[in-house]
Each structure stands twice: as C-alpha cells, then as structure tokens.
C-alpha cells in the first residue's frame, strides 16, 4: 500500500484558490490517485482522481507530477462549503487506505 | 438519484453481543466497500466485495464477518462486541471494477456499552 503524506492542515481564505499537495513516493504504476473529502458530520465524498495526466471536473483539478510520486488538488475558488478534511489515497484495487489528510479551513 | 442506503442508522449494543449491519449499493453498482471510522479518527478500511467475491481486505478483525449477496446488498456481521467497536460504520459502491468512484451511505453509528 502506497505512503501518502499531506499537511495537517491548511487555511484559505473564501473565493481564492486552496492547492492541497500530497507526496505518494511509493505509488505503484498501476495506482490511480483520488482525492476524497470529509465534511464535518458526514461520510467521506469523491473529488476527482487520475493516473497520469492532469484532471479536472467541476469540483476541482487534480496536477499530478510527472513522476507520480505527488499530486496536487486545486480547489479553484475556495467556498465555506469546502471546509473539510481532504484525502489522497493512492489505489489501484478494491483496497483504499485514508491516510490522515488535510484539514481545510475556509475563512470568510 | 438513489443512494447508499445504511441500516440501521443507530445501533446500541451491550458488550459480547452480535451486531449485522446492512448495505443496499446504488442499483446496478457491483462493488460494496466497508470502512470503520472511530471517535476523531480516519475512515478505516475493512473489506470490499466485487461482484459477490471477497476482493481485498483491511484491519478488520477475525469476529468480524462479511459478505455480498445475490442482489449486490451487504452485510457486516460482529460478533463478541468489545468497547472499542463504537465508531461510524460506512458503506460505499462503485461500478465496474476497481478504481471506480466511490459513492458513501449516510453510515450506522454503533455504540458499544
């Protein structure tokens, strides 16, 4: 199972863009990289992942470097709605490791 | 648009008691992923099912069990409940294979006394 290592936590300020870097140097080449997300009180949400090329959806964009060992998700205007704790889980199977993510606070 | 649907929502259970939890995935969804979230913790991943079969498995401890049936529900059966099993227990499916977006139930919050 691939290490994944991101901040404790990070504060952005409301309507500005939030990068939430995380490293996975031990992602195998079959993994693919997702990025959850847990508001307070409810279960774990689908962000957006990818494998190898750059991604982007209406919630967000995923960088991921071209070496694969870190990735990056962009939150392009931060909103209050986004304050939660967000997750990198490298997989490539039916096997998901939370590691202890990013706390995001958004400040109005 | 229909959803995981958990039950119970709440369970209250004295310790070396039995506990069955049930998953009812998104229809059409084949894959079913239990995870385990105690009091300030992460999620935790348990075990995951793809098309009825076992498919991978995490720190879920040997009184538990599981399985996926024919209509692609599930079910989390815990036997010999101690204290520390108290936490949100969360259901999610996904379709086609691994790899698939990951679609969470509102969880069942068991308490242990």
């Known amino acids: 199972d691939a290490k994944t290592t991101q901040p404790n936590s990070m504060e952005s300020n409301e309507e500005e863009p939030v990068h939430l870097p995380c490293n996975h140097s031990?992602?195998?080449?079959?993994?693919?990289i997702h990025w959850y997300r847990q508001l307070p009180s409810q279960g774990p949400e689908y962000v957006i992942h990818?494998?190898?090329s750059n991604v982007n959806n209406r919630m967000a964009s995923l960088a991921i470097a071209e070496d694969r060992k870190s990735s990056t998700l962009i939150l392009h205007r931060a909103t209050l709605r986004d304050a939660a704790v967000y997750y990198c889980?490298?997989?490539?199977?039916?096997?998901?490791?939370f590691g202890t993510g990013t706390r995001l606070k958004v400040l109005a | 648009a229909a959803g995981v649907i958990q039950s119970p929502r709440h369970l209250i259970k004295e310790k070396r008691e039995t506990a069955t939890l049930k998953c009812y995935p998104i229809?059409?969804?084949?894959?079913v992923y239990w995870y385990q979230q105690g009091p300030g913790q992460d999620p935790q991943f348990l075990i995951s099912?793809?098309?009825?079969?076992?498919?991978d498995k995490g720190s879920i401890p040997d009184r538990f069990s599981a399985q996926q049936f024919s209509d692609y529900h599930s079910e989390l059966n815990m036997s010999s409940l101690e204290l520390g099993d108290s936490a949100l227990y969360f259901c999610?499916?996904?379709?086609?294979?691994?790899?698939?977006?990951?679609?969470f139930g509102p969880g069942t919050r068991l308490t242990v006394l």
């Open positions: 031990t992602i195998s080449g079959t993994d693919y």
């Open positions: 889980i490298p997989s490539g199977t039916y096997k998901y490791i």
């Open positions: 099912f793809y098309e009825k079969m076992q498919s």
């Open positions: 990818g494998l190898t």
């Open positions: 999610a499916s996904s379709l086609g294979g691994p790899g698939g977006r990951q679609f």
């Open positions: 229809p059409r969804h084949d894959t």
